[in-house]
């Protein structure tokens, strides 16, 4: 009776190891199709990437040139301001202190504009009574 029980627990412990394998070999298989296909597409994919980073590559360097270009362009630009300044601001200084001072030795102001009353540097003077100001003439109303 030990012999048979023995037998029957072996036959059952095969075949649940047997499941397991068939089990096992099924898992296996499906994971070898899974990587297969995962390469199958991973290869194209990685082309393309290694296509786009090149013209990346190449588009950076265009870029790397402009910049360049435009550092040249702008040091260019700030010598020929300079140079203008130097030439042209100090006698065009000159020039406009002059004509300031012309025109102040010859009396002339800047005309008033059209409609203002003539402007007076002198002020009268009543003996005996107080004028209002300007500034109290408008807080009054």
């Known amino acids: 009776?030990?012999?048979?029980?023995?037998?029957v627990f072996w036959a059952?412990?095969?075949?649940?190891?047997?499941?397991?394998?068939?089990?096992?070999?099924?898992?296996?298989?499906?994971?070898?199709?899974?990587?297969?296909?995962?390469?199958?597409?991973?290869v194209p994919l990685l082309a393309d990437a290694s296509t786009t980073v090149r013209s990346a590559r190449t588009q950076l360097d265009r870029v790397d040139a402009i910049a360049s270009d435009v550092q040249e362009v702008t040091s260019n630009a700030s010598a020929l301001s300079s140079t203008v300044a130097s030439a042209f601001g100090?006698?065009?200084?000159?020039v406009a202190a002059?004509?300031?001072?012309?025109?102040?030795?010859?009396g002339k102001t800047d005309p008033a504009?059209?409609?203002?009353?003539?402007?007076?540097?002198?002020?009268?003077?009543?003996?005996?009574?107080?004028?209002?100001?300007?500034?109290?003439?408008?807080?009054?109303?």
């Not at 009776?1 to 037998?7: E, F, N």
């Not at 499941?19 to 296909?37: D, I, N, S």
């Not at 007076?120 to 100001?133: A, E, H, K, L």
């Open 98 to 106: 002059f004509g300031y001072g012309v025109r102040k030795a010859l």
């Open 90 to 94: 100090g006698p065009l200084v000159k």
């Open 12 to 42: 059952i412990l095969v075949s649940f190891l047997a499941v397991v394998l068939v089990r096992l070999a099924q898992v296996l298989k499906a994971t070898g199709k899974l990587v297969a296909e995962v390469t199958e597409q991973a």
């Open 113 to 141: 504009p059209a409609g203002a009353p003539p402007k007076t540097s002198r002020r009268t003077v009543i003996v005996g009574r107080t004028v209002p100001s300007a500034r109290r003439r408008k807080q009054k109303g």
């Open 1 to 7: 009776m030990a012999g048979i029980l023995v037998a």
